[in-house]
Each structure stands twice: as structure tokens, then as C-alpha cells.
T-cell receptor, first 113, second 114 residues
Framework: DGGITQSPKYLFRKEGQNVTLSCEQN?????MYWYRQDPGQGLRLIYY???????QKGDIAEGYSVSREKKESFPLTVTSAQKNPTAFYLC????????????FGEGSRLTVL | AQTVTQSQPEMSVQEAETVTLSCTYD???????LFWYKQPPSRQMILVIR??????QNATENRFSVNFQKAAKSFSLKISDSQLGDTAMYFC???????????FGQGTILTVHP
């Protein structure tokens, strides 16, 4: 079945450590997105990519990094520079057509101890 | 910059009644798309309805319809005959066609009471 797979679902890390969240899609979608969700703040855009080897900062990119070396993969690294990384992270993808809806993964819950 | 505002943090409705969720946005683009997404307790995001800005006719999907007012930059969602399964957080989202950036509002928690 086509879809988006995020891993791991739950992740714990110590302060000062970098951690990478995986996002893989087999929908042949051109665009991919990373969002952060905190209680009461909705979904905030971290990074997005419309084509391979290209990506743009979203509204809260500081402390995060991404890569887009393959069409199907868009990993997110939460660096030690991110001051409050504990959150729920959602990855999504869509076709290149303008009205294409966003398909979401099941999310990754990151907790910093 | 594009922004999306949902001014109702929480709403409640009785089963079988109608409820309207509000959304306003700000953009300098003329061509864009608007979406309503639903996030139930499972946290899986589900598309409810979409609207193309160039279409004057309001989108409808079964019990869900929108009131799109382009000049006022308003995009409200009406849920008719509310069901218990409609209980969820609802997000309004804006897709600017120029840069492919998709921005979400803060969300509205809707509770349907039996």
C-alpha cells in the first residue's frame, strides 16, 4: 500500500544530543514537509522541499536541519541547538499539482530527558 | 508572508446539530488553495474539504461545506448533522501556489455531545 512512514514513533534523547527522524514515502510525491505540533499551537512548518536536492526553511527552522537526496526520503535532524525539542513531529507529502492534498505520516513523538 | 488564524480554540455541539468553525487568512497571492483537515485522538490527519481560490462556488463534501469569502479572506467550515465521530481537532490550511508553502492555523477542538 502507498503511504508515508515515519520512524521511530517514540524517541527519547538526552539534552545535547542530535536525533534524526525518518520520513519515507512511496507515493511518488514531489513535495515533502515537516511540521511540529505543540499543545495549543497547531502545526508549525519547519522545512519543506518541492524537489530533490532543494528545500526551504519554514517558520521555525532554527535548530533543525534536513536533506532531500532522494525523492522518497526527507529526514529531519533535531540538533542540540533546538532549545525546546520535546514535541510531536509530523511528516507529509503531496503531488506537484497545485491542489494536491497533503498526505501525513503517523507522527513521531520526541521527548528530551 | 502568509498567516492563518483560527480564533476559536474550542467549540462544542450537540449531536445532530450544526456547527461552524471560523478561519481567516492573510496573503498577497491571488491564486491559492484552502483546506480543512481533521485530527481525531489517533492524531492521524484527515482531509475534510478543499477549496480553490479561483472558484466562486463553495465546496461541499456530504455533511461538510465551506463559506469562502475571498474579499474578506475568510474560510469557515460548516458541519451539518454533527456525529460523535466528528469529535476532533480541526485545522484550516493555506497553500500558496507561488512557493508551495502550506501553512496551518492553530486548530479548533470540536466536541460533539450525545
Amino acid at each position: 500500500d502507498g503511504g508515508i512512514t515515519q520512524s521511530p514513533k517514540y524517541l527519547f534523547r538526552k539534552e545535547g544530543q542530535n536525533v534524526t527522524l525518518s520520513c519515507e514515502q512511496n507515493l511518488n510525491h514531489d513535495a515533502m514537509y515537516w511540521y511540529r505540533q505543540d499543545p495549543g499551537q497547531g502545526l508549525r512548518l519547519i522545512y519543506y522541499s518541492q524537489i530533490v536536492n532543494d528545500f526551504q526553511k519554514g517558520d521555525i527552522a532554527e535548530g533543525y536541519s534536513v536533506s532531500r537526496e532522494k525523492k522518497e526520503s526527507f529526514p529531519l535532524t533535531v540538533t542540540s541547538a533546538q532549545k525546546n525539542p520535546t514535541a510531536f513531529y509530523l511528516c507529509a507529502s503531496r503531488t506537484g499539482r497545485a491542489a494536491g492534498e497533503l498526505f501525513f505520516g503517523e507522527g513521531s513523538r520526541l521527548t528530551v530527558l | 508572508a502568509q498567516t492563518v488564524t483560527q480564533s476559536q480554540p474550542e467549540m462544542s455541539v450537540q449531536e445532530a446539530e450544526t456547527v461552524t468553525l471560523s478561519c481567516t487568512y492573510d496573503t498577497s497571492e491571488n491564486n491559492y488553495y484552502l483546506f480543512w483537515y481533521k485530527q481525531p485522538p489517533s492524531r492521524q490527519m484527515i482531509l475534510v474539504i478543499r477549496q480553490e481560490a479561483y472558484k466562486q462556488q463553495n465546496a461541499t463534501e456530504n455533511r461538510f461545506s465551506v463559506n469562502f469569502q475571498k474579499a474578506a479572506k475568510s474560510f469557515s467550515l460548516k458541519i451539518s448533522d454533527s456525529q460523535l465521530g466528528d469529535t476532533a481537532m480541526y485545522f484550516c490550511a493555506f497553500l500558496g501556489t507561488s512557493y508551495g508553502k502550506l501553512t496551518f492555523g492553530q486548530g479548533t477542538i470540536l466536541t460533539v455531545h450525545p
